[in-house]
């Protein structure tokens, strides 16, 4: 007894140290090789653990097949051998990262009363260990990232209908109202979303008089944002303030789109008949009320496709929207807070329309890439904070160095994106394609950057855990 008391407090001591180490280690190794000190740290730890431990315990193999993931990633990272920390410890977790993923390679094979209850989980299993990584890749596009035609032309057809009951509302209650025709907008509607189609946007086209507004760049303006656009008030002197029909919505000169945005929360939000319109359309409308966005949250009424869909809810966002040329502003106080005057500029048009062109001009996959990326983000905690933008602009930098985005080359592409992916976060900094002055990772705190790449650092040995 004393003995055992003794070793398991060595074994404290040792786990004491080893975690101080890594508390620290960060501030000197940076982002990228703290993780994977992290990731050959933890291994050690483990082994130290299992060895030290009666030979009685009957759940030491099922902890080792628990752990394969975290074991078979040390193996794979170039920053490690570069530092020279992967030695004798490095050589023999990859080996017990290569035994155990054969033996889960194996187990299905196995008659045990557990292994037989989870069919799924099986057949998953021998997928994972038989499929190459592009016809994983395929299937991973084709289960879970790309949509159901039927499930988006449903919440089209809703949307569609919302936007139609919203613009009649408008010409009704508001005939001066100088609004274009409102339509619908984003990843629904160029196929680009994934997992499931829950929102869409519903864009509401302001009409200005070209001779009494001006667009200011971000640039040009006190707040030298690329992306916080203003809109000026010009020609006072000939024409004074109420010529226009948005004058009332001016703060300090500007047309402010925090004042526009609360004034279709009252117009629209708080207004219209919602009751009436879900019987109408068969369906539940009801406005989201309390954040600074304007979005309706529709869940479909008694359809016949079962509860499962039913269930499935669908936001529609609203969004103010100003264009000039190729420019386009809309009206996002979440985005531009705290100044109330300031207008988004919408760089989503031209990403999607370069990789539509790029696409288009040698029958690529970088779309396809994007859509798989965005699933395996979505589908994965860690990486959940990574939204669209960073990710199309990742591929379209990509695009530059690399001319072959044939469907051959899909998983060289995928692979190259996830390595091209850490080392932006390590940097903390992925500049937009079309202003590099915006860094798109900014909006990310420490852990968030620190989880997302412990993920990507195992993902770049094992691809499949983020296909699972």
């Excluded at 070793?7 to 703290?34: C, K, P, Q, T, Y």
């Excluded at 309706?296 to 499935?312: F, H, Y």
């Excluded at 933008?389 to 190259?416: G, K």
Aim: with cysteine; net charge negative; charged share 20%.
């Amino acid at each position: 007894m004393n003995f055992q008391s003794s070793r398991r407090r060595g074994e404290d001591g040792i786990a004491m140290v080893i975690d101080f180490l890594l508390s620290n280690a960060r501030l000197v190794l940076g982002v990228g090789a703290a993780a994977m000190l992290g990731i050959a740290t933890l291994a050690v730890k483990r082994l130290i653990e299992r060895a030290g431990r009666a030979a009685d315990e009957e759940k030491v193999e099922q902890k080792m097949a628990e752990s394969w993931e975290e074991l078979s990633l040390v193996s794979a990272s170039p920053t490690m051998i570069k530092n020279g920390i992967e030695g004798v410890v490095m050589k023999h977790v990859a080996h017990a990262a290569r035994q155990q993923k054969a033996d889960l390679c194996q187990q299905p094979q196995m008659s045990s009363p557990e292994v037989q209850s989870k069919p799924e989980s099986k057949s998953k299993r021998l997928q994972l260990c038989v499929d190459s990584l592009q016809e994983r890749l395929q299937h991973y596009y084709h289960t879970r990232a790309a949509l159901a035609p039927h499930e988006v032309q449903r919440a089209q057809a809703l949307a569609l209908d919302i936007c139609t009951e919203i613009q009649g509302f408008m010409h009704n209650r508001h005939p001066d109202m100088p609004l274009g025709e409102m339509s619908l907008g984003g990843s629904l509607l160029d196929d680009l979303q994934v997992v499931s189609a829950d929102h869409a946007c519903l864009l509401v086209p302001l009409q200005l008089e070209a001779s009494l507004w001006r667009l200011i760049p971000g640039e040009e303006t006190l707040l030298t944002h690329p992306l916080h656009w203003m809109v000026r008030r010009v020609n006072l002197e000939y024409f004074p303030r109420g010529r226009s029909y948005w004058d009332r919505y001016l703060v300090g000169g500007y047309l402010s789109a925090e004042a526009v945005v609360n004034m279709f929360i009252k117009a629209v939000m708080e207004t219209i008949n919602w009751p009436s319109i879900s019987s109408t359309l068969d369906c539940l409308v009801r406005p989201v009320l309390g954040g600074p966005d304007l979005r309706l949250e529709i869940r479909p009424g008694n359809e016949k496709e079962g509860a499962g869909v039913s269930d499935q809810p669908l936001f529609i966002s609203m969004l103010p929207l100003l264009r000039e040329g190729d420019v386009a502003l809309t009206a996002q106080p979440e985005l531009t807070s705290p100044w109330v005057n300031a207008w988004h500029l919408s760089l989503y048009p031209w990403e999607t329309q370069r990789l539509a062109q790029l696409d288009a001009s040698d029958n690529g996959y970088r779309r396809h890439t994007l859509k798989i990326l965005k699933a395996a983000c979505r589908l994965n905690p860690a990486l959940r904070p990574l939204r669209a933008a960073p990710l199309a602009n990742l591929i379209l930098h990509l695009s530059d160095s690399e001319s072959d985005w044939s469907e051959s080359s899909l998983d060289v592409r995928f692979q190259q994106c996830i390595t091209e992916l850490i080392g932006y976060l390590e940097q903390e900094a992925l500049h937009s394609y079309f202003k590099p002055a915006v860094n798109l990772l900014s909006g990310l705190s420490e852990d968030q950057v620190d989880q997302m790449g412990f993920m990507l650092y195992c993902a770049v040995s094992e691809p499949e855990i983020l296909l699972i």
